[in-house]
């Protein structure tokens, strides 16, 4: 039987971190991973292969629409779609063997295999049982199904099966406007695709700040994205590789849509099937999310859990700064989690990106605000790159200037957030912000005006009269 101060079950993005930083800290550490290839879903089959087709696809439409008005005439660019799928895997190959190459740096052993815990200290892989000190349950998620929707990976697909499609179909329907439909759906619109996006509920991106979610819905009409509100699909039949699916829909009626492709894109679920015995002491909910403190340990001794099979948001970078938090608290470190400043990020174009509370929020709370906005259509830097799309919308605290949230929609917005984190993770004022000398000509600039906007004095905008 091995012995380790640390094992961690599951190589995602919050398992293979912490096992570095456990590694680091001096811990004899190991990782347990059943796949072929380290990195879990985010670097396999999620984030990255979607960003890598989400890039790709939007130099397509750059070149399509808008490359002539910058003087770049050519040909229409023809897709081929099989060398994009070799770059989609270079790219995923080059993520996690950069992952194994770090794990014989640090002299991390890689326990191959699928793991179950049948006690409090036991990991066992296989027919092999492994001692720890401590064990990080890092398994992560997968896709949510429906009921009545038999998913083949084939003509039904979730975003597994959506990212490795043989060819590019004609036309196409995604159950679900949240993250991953936008996302997914906006690929396959780009690549030519007739995209059909079916959201159930009547508002749009209902849970984010509703300027944004506003926005977000203009532009995406406008790129012609076919979103339909209130629309509850009821059953689905295969055939001739068509899939025809039923819609009730927002007034009551029915329809039947017929499409080359349904990717079902309805959220993720915490994946610990066949994990934990009754003996483990690691305590379930109802819904499999496996119960943790504010530290993420879990009621077992030396047990802790992290990422998307805890509370919170499923978001890769979440999970690996537990999977740090939880490895100085093992090594005997001071430490802490604010979780009142994770950023959320949507990679569709223009992006959507937002950290802390947003406005609806805050007045539901009775919490008086001041808030300042600043479009891109006045940033001189967007305006050289032909990316106007969208605004920055800073909230901050009216009586403190505590800078409380900030919501952006446009180019680059999942690298322009980051600024807005690391002042709330300061306790910074929105003075703050607008007595900050940024780089001009930058997209940053809009993070800069909104922040002078708060109180009436953006430069570059005309600001709205502040009532007495």
Not at 256 to 271: E, H, N, Q, S
Not at 313 to 332: Q, R, T
Not at 341 to 369: D, N
Request: charge should be negative.
């Amino acid at each position: 039987m091995a012995s380790y101060d640390v094992i961690v079950i599951g190589s995602g993005p919050g398992g293979y971190v912490s096992a570095i930083r456990c590694a680091q800290l001096g811990l004899k550490t190991a990782c347990v991973e059943g796949s072929d290839t380290l990195g879990g879903t985010c670097l396999n089959v999620g984030c990255i292969p979607s960003k890598a087709l989400l890039h790709a696809s939007h130099q397509l439409h750059e070149a399509e629409h808008n490359f002539a008005k910058m003087g770049l005439i050519s040909d229409n660019p023809v897709v081929d779609w099989a060398k994009m799928q070799s770059y989609k895997t270079e790219v995923i190959d080059g993520n996690t063997k950069g992952i194994e190459f770090l794990f014989k740096k640090n002299k991390i052993d890689w326990l191959k295999g699928w793991a179950s815990i049948p006690a409090a200290g036991q990991v066992l892989v296989g027919d092999k049982t492994h001692s720890s000190k401590h064990i990080i349950i890092a398994t992560g998620s997968e896709p949510s199904a429906l009921p009545g929707i038999a998913i083949d990976e084939k003509t039904i697909v979730t975003s597994t099966g959506a990212l490795t499609l043989d060819k590019i179909p004609t036309k196409m329907i995604v159950i679900g406007a949240g993250v991953i439909g936008l996302e997914l759906g906006t690929i396959w619109q780009r690549l030519g695709s007739e995209v059909v996006v079916l959201e159930a509920m009547d508002n749009f991106l209902s849970t984010i700040d509703k300027d944004l979610s506003k926005e977000a819905a203009k532009c995406l009409k406008k790129q012609g994205m076919n979103i339909r509100l209130g629309a509850l699909v009821t059953s689905t039949e295969v055939a001739n590789n068509e899939v025809k699916v039923a819609v009730k829909k927002a007034d009551g009626d029915s329809e039947t849509l017929t499409f080359d492709k349904l990717i079902v894109a309805v959220g993720r679920k915490p994946y610990t099937e066949g994990l934990l015995s009754a003996d483990s002491g690691v305590a379930v909910d109802g819904r499999g999310f496996v119960h943790v403190s504010t530290r993420c340990k879990t009621d077992a001794p030396g047990v802790y859990a992290i990422g998307d099979i805890v509370r919170g948001p499923m978001l890769a970078h979440k999970a690996s700064e537990e999977g740090m938090m939880v490895a100085d608290i093992i090594a005997g470190h001071k430490t802490l989690m604010n979780y009142d400043c994770i950023p959320w990020v949507i990679y569709t174009h223009p992006e959507l990106a937002w950290v802390g509370k947003t406005e609806q929020e805050l007045k539901a709370e009775g919490v008086a605000i001041k808030v300042g906005k600043f479009p891109f259509t006045a940033s001189g830097r967007a305006m050289a790159a032909n990316d106007t799309q969208g605004f920055v919308k800073l909230i901050a605290d009216a009586e403190t200037d505590r800078i409380l949230g900030c919501h952006i929609i446009g180019g680059n917005a999942s690298e322009l957030i980051a600024q807005a984190v690391i002042a709330m993770e300061f306790g910074s004022s929105a003075e703050d912000l607008a007595l900050t000398v940024f780089a001009h000509p930058s997209m940053g600039e809009a993070i800069h005006e909104a922040a002078l906007a708060v109180d009436g004095h953006a430069i570059h905008m005309a600001n709205r009269k502040k009532r007495k």
